[in-house]
């Protein structure tokens, strides 16, 4: 059983960054892909990033390529979305989730385990 937690959420400016934790508690997530997903009110939960379990190439949502960047520490069983250049649109809940591999990382249905969430607010 994975336990999530993420932090580092909050207001901020448009063009300013905010830097996303989720530390995880269980097995090690090695042996998880990860993803980071979104949820503004009123809409659904929407793929961020993946990280596959082999430490391959993370893949990105076409609204964040370029501007944010996810990572893990597997000794610190730590995951990352470091989010530069925001946007308004930016603005939802974020979720850090562990998935089985082998299953598509752009699909919250296809995930295990969630976090809390941590809201990001981004301001005009």
């Known amino acids: 059983q994975v336990q999530l937690i993420e932090s580092g959420g909050g207001l901020v400016q448009a063009g300013g960054s905010l830097r996303l934790l989720c530390a995880a508690s269980?097995?090690?997530?090695?042996?998880?892909?990860m993803g980071w997903f979104r949820q503004a009110p009123g809409k659904e939960r929407e793929f961020v990033a993946g990280?596959?379990?082999?430490?391959?190439?993370?893949s990105y949502a076409d609204s964040v390529k370029g501007r944010f960047t996810a990572s893990r520490d597997i000794g610190k069983n730590m995951v990352y979305l470091q989010m530069n250049s925001l946007i308004p649109e930016d603005t939802a809940v974020y979720y850090c989730?562990?998935?089985?591999?082998?299953?598509?990382?752009?699909?919250?249905?296809?995930?295990?385990?969630w976090g809390q969430g941590t809201q990001v607010t981004v301001s005009s």
């Open positions: 269980g097995p090690t997530l090695r042996n998880y892909n």
């Open positions: 990280m596959p379990w082999t430490g391959s190439t993370t």
């Open positions: 989730g562990a998935a089985s591999p082998f299953r598509p990382l752009n699909r919250p249905e296809d995930y295990n385990y």
